[in-house]
Each structure stands twice: as structure tokens, then as C-alpha cells.
């Protein structure tokens, strides 16, 4: 703690996240450490992990983190999960159903509130138009007369196919009233600008893109009141082996969450620099709006939440609407297992 502290006070801003291997050969004897190996996304829900490493913190600490880095969702995530390449990474709480229910994973904590999960129509269109017509959710556009029949952009078995599944659903609708297109958040929002399609879901910060070129936010998650959680799952296979190196990094990575939500500003330039590695810019100013809704989860927080409360009431929804079989509740419910996060937090 008294190395993240002398960090944090002198203003090392500049050496955070900027020209970092994956996480090898940093230093010497640090190829000798035992090695955990995480799956990251560019986004607020690794901002921890992407600082121990920069900083060097897994190396003093006595092991040495291995990145992976993915993007446009879970997908890629489990399947390097089944595949046997990954220890533990951090994933939204849509994409844990199924490490959970198809990889056999732990969910071990829940590190942040996820990404903002937008919906984008275009401003012309009878969906924006129809305004506003759910009194439960005052935020949401649209009506279902405009939306049955419409083309949703989004990568399938990520937050985004939640976010849809639960917009149309304020309206009474089903997915089976809608045409969904599976594509990765890139190609679809690109397919979209092209004409594709009547809705796009996009993440931040890329929804700060749209908004600039005027398409029109019609839902998230966060205007429907949905909890959810970004959570590290650990490999079964390897849990009992690791298990003291993962404690290591639970530690770790709620020591940098208490320190980086100490101070709002220094922690907003912390995602202005990961943004950066996307290609997007955003400025400071976006970021602490955003943080408004989006946060790390701190120690303190984490005494009293329930962090497995996201990934069971996706489970349970996906149930509902045919997504998944009612008999892999079970192995999604036990699939929660906190016992090291206790240890760590007492």
C-alpha cells in the first residue's frame, strides 16, 4: 500500500499505462514469480489490473500478471477460458452466465459497475420519434409499434444482447418480434453509420462517438434500474493451484480501487489514458459524467454488496425468454464462491 500511495502522491501520472508488455520480462527475477494469468478488456472494468501491471505492483507483490487482452465482449474471453489459457478475467455479468453455466468457472467477485450499454437509433427515425411511451422508465424512446420488426446490431452473448433483451422487453416485446444481427460492436456500429440496421448497441466510450454525430440514445441498462456488475471469474481447473496467487490479486485490485476512487479527477485520467489505447478520445470532463453512474467497486463496498447478484438475475431472465435452459441455474448459482474475496477483505 505504501508503493500505491507514493504513486498516487507524486503524480507518476505519465508512466500509467503507457508502453507495457503483456505482462513478461519485467525486471530481473521477475520471470522466476509464479504467474497468473488475466483476461483484460480497454475498459473501466480492468482499469486495476492494467494499473498493477504498469506500475509494476504484481512483481513486488511476488507474482507476475500475464495479460490477455480482448475485445467486443465476452465471447472471446470464454473461449480462451475452455480453452485453458486463462487463470481469471474480468467479464460483464451477461458473458458469466455462460462461463459459468458452459466452463465451469467461479464468479469470485464483482470489481465494478459495468459498462454503459447504449442503444442508438438514428434521429429521423420512427423510434426516436415515437417518443417516449413506458411511464415505468421516463428515459426510454420508443413504442412497439416502432420496434417490432426492427434490426438490432450487437454481438450476440454479451451484456449488449441483455440490454436489448431488456429494452424490448419494457415494451412487451419479445425477440422473436425483432430481427437480431450478430456483429462485434465495431462492425456493427460501422454497419449502422453505413444505413444498416434501425438500432445499434455500442459501449462507452464509443457511445461518446455517436452522440457527437448525432445519432440518439433510445435505452441502456442504467434507464431500465438493471444492477450490473463487471466480475472476475477464475478457471476451475486451475483455482486450487492458484489459489494464493489469486488472493494476491484480490488484494491487489481493491487496494487500487479504494485508491483510485479516493480521487475522481486522477482516477478520470486513468481512463482517458486507457481509452486512449482503443483510439478513442474522450475528454476528462465525459469521463466524470460518466462516472456519475459507473464506478470501482471498493473494499468497503465490496463488505456489502452481493456480488453474484448480477450473473444470477441475467441467468434467471435468460431463462425466461428461452436464452437458456432452466437446468443450468444450478450450475450458474453455484458457480459463486467467495471464499477468497472473504479471506482477503478480513
Not at 486495476?48 to 465482449?73: K, M, P
Not at 428461452?322 to 453455484?334: C, F, W
Request: charged letters at 20%.
Amino acid at each position: 500500500m505504501q508503493k500505491i500511495m507514493s504513486l498516487f502522491m507524486s503524480g507518476l501520472l505519465l508512466l500509467l499505462l503507457v508502453g507495457c508488455a503483456a505482462g513478461t520480462g519485467r525486471g530481473s527475477g521477475a520471470d522466476d514469480l509464479p504467474v497468473l494469468r488475466v483476461g483484460v478488456f480497454p475498459s473501466r472494468m480492468s482499469l486495476s489490473t492494467w494499473y498493477i501491471v504498469n506500475n509494476g505492483l504484481d512483481i513486488e507483490n511476488g507474482f507476475r500478471i500475464e495479460l490477455s487482452e480482448f475485445s467486443g465482449g465476452g465471447v472471446p474471453v470464454n473461449e480462451a477460458l475452455g480453452a485453458g489459457l486463462l487463470d481469471v478475467a474480468h467479464i460483464g455479468s451477461p458473458a458469466a452466465v455462460t462461463s459459468a453455466s458452459v466452463f465451469g468457472a467461479k464468479v469470485i467477485a464483482a470489481t465494478s459497475s459495468s459498462s454503459i450499454i447504449s442503444l442508438f437509433a438514428r434521429p429521423d427515425s420512427a423510434i426516436v420519434q415515437a417518443g417516449n411511451t413506458v411511464d415505468e422508465f421516463p428515459d426510454l424512446l420508443g413504442s412497439a409499434e416502432s420496434l417490432r420488426g426492427a434490426e438490432f446490431l450487437f454481438p450476440f452473448g454479451t451484456m449488449s444482447q441483455i440490454a436489448v433483451a431488456r429494452y424490448i422487453d419494457a415494451f412487451g416485446l419479445e425477440m422473436d418480434d425483432v430481427v437480431a444481427l450478430n456483429m462485434q460492436h465495431s462492425s456493427a456500429y460501422q454497419a449502422f453509420r453505413a444505413g444498416e440496421g434501425d438500432i445499434v448497441a455500442t459501449y462507452t466510450p464509443n457511445c461518446f462517438t455517436a452522440l457527437e454525430e448525432g445519432f440518439v440514445r433510445v435505452g441502456t441498462l442504467h434507464y431500465l434500474g438493471v444492477c450490473m456488475y463487471g466480475v472476475l471469474i477464475a478457471n476451475s481447473n486451475t483455482y486450487e493451484e492458484k489459489s494464493d496467487t489469486i488472493k494476491k490479486f484480490l488484494a491487489l485490485t481493491f487496494e487500487i480501487n479504494d485508491m483510485l476512487s479516493a480521487d475522481l479527477d486522477y482516477q478520470a485520467r486513468q481512463m482517458q489514458e486507457l481509452n486512449r489505447r482503443s483510439g478513442v478520445e474522450v475528454s476528462i470532463e465525459d469521463i466524470l459524467d460518466e462516472m456519475e453512474v459507473l464506478y470501482l467497486v471498493t473494499s468497503e463496498k465490496a463488505r456489502t454488496i452481493d456480488h453474484g447478484i448480477s450473473v444470477i438475475e441475467t441467468a434467471e431472465f435468460y431463462v425466461e425468454i428461452g436464452i437458456l435452459e432452466e437446468e443450468k441455474m444450478d450450475a450458474v448459482r453455484n458457480s459463486i464462491d467467495l471464499t477468497l474475496l472473504k479471506e482477503v477483505l478480513n
